[in-house]
């Protein structure tokens, strides 16, 4: 895609990921691509504010000579280390190796230990300026937002704030602003990255949002370096991300279970009746077969969560296994939780599964459910009551 103009002479120059299916390994599946958001700013002094993954470098290059000679680029702001921003530089500083890079101590230090450049670098930290010439760029550390280097760029005269990972989705369109979008599919995908990356910095982005609201900064674009930048609806994504730092919920539950031979199955659909019955939304998900990103992204907003699994030597299948190890690692907080499943001779999932519940910090609302074998019709109404107990726990707040 060629360069965008964002604003008077400021320029979207990034690239287009269309085939990206996969993000952080294969942590995080990406439906609908990404983008990688790199913006030229055309001054007195020519300032590039990150750059783009390794494989897109020529096309970053060549957005860049569209507007002027990448030659002629003086600086160069590093908001975040992360190879998806920074994997471009090694090309681009073969072009203008007097430019002078710019980001914070954390930031010196990890691009010196991924490209080994004897790079002209100047640590910068929060309330420090640069002048451009008709412009300035003023610096905001972000230190875990989502790594210790992170930073945000703002420029006052444009009111225009650059926070790298903040704000941005996995999301590959031609159209550059959110309103040019449809916003259902934004807010799906900027929930959907603040669940399976952000989430468990909840506290650190919360205590941001109060510090870039005492100061007063005007903001009314939010250009991010993934996905979709913020021209129209500013508001409605700072109250998403300050409603999510602050774990708040609605009275809805996900049921995630996996089953061996469909009994443990028929518990979660019994439970998911009961649930509904009583007025809940619910979602539910056999973990074998969905992809845990869409799982977690509804679980996001859930106040209750309903695991389950047959059992296996002793403990839940591998799966759930490893979905609820992903979980702990996010940090959900104001959530409860309980846990169900089927075994046969010998229990053992379910009290595995409420170990790994508390210690990810939920909940646990009530005694797990245990089914020996497949239930008969007495345990199934007894895992429908389970589930109408359960809303009543959930609607309790």
Known sequence: MSAVKILSNIYWVGAIDWNMRHFHGHTYTTKRGTTYNSYLIVDDKITLVDAVH???????????????????????????????????????????????????????????????????????????????????????????????????????????????????????TSERFDDETDPAVLMEEDAKYYANILWPLSSVIARKLEEIKTSGLPIKMIAPSHGIIWRRDIKKAIDAYTGWSQNK??????????????????????????????????????????????????????????FGSSTHDNDMLTIIGGFLAFLKGLKPRNRVACAFGSYGWAGGAVKAIEEIVKEAGITLAQPGLSVQYVPDENELKRCYEYGKEFAKIVKAG
């Open 249 to 306: 919920t609605k009275p809805k539950v996900v049921i995630a279970y996996e089953t061996m031979w469909g009994a443990t199955e028929k518990m979660a659909y019994k439970m998911s009746q009961g649930l509904t019955d009583a007025g809940l939304e619910v979602k539910l998900y056999d973990v074998a077969v969905t992809d845990r990103t869409e799982i977690i992204t509804q679980m996001l907003d859930a106040k209750g969560y309903l």
């Open 54 to 172: 390794a494989s897109f470098a020529k096309e970053l290059i060549e957005n860049i000579r569209q507007v002027v000679d990448p030659g002629k680029i003086d600086y160069i702001v590093a908001n975040h280390v992360e190879t998806d921003h920074s994997g471009a530089y090694p090309e681009l500083l073969k072009l203008c190796p007097k430019a002078k890079m710019f980001g914070t101590q954390k930031c010196k230090e990890g691009l010196q230990k991924h490209y080994y450049g004897n790079w002209d670098f100047q640590v910068v930290k929060t309330g420090d300026k640069i002048n451009l010439g008709k412009r300035t760029l003023q610096f905001i550390e972000a230190a875990m937002i989502h790594w210790p280097d992170s930073m945000f760029t703002y420029c006052p005269e444009e009111q225009l704030l650059m926070p790298n990972d903040a704000f941005g989705q996995h999301y590959a």
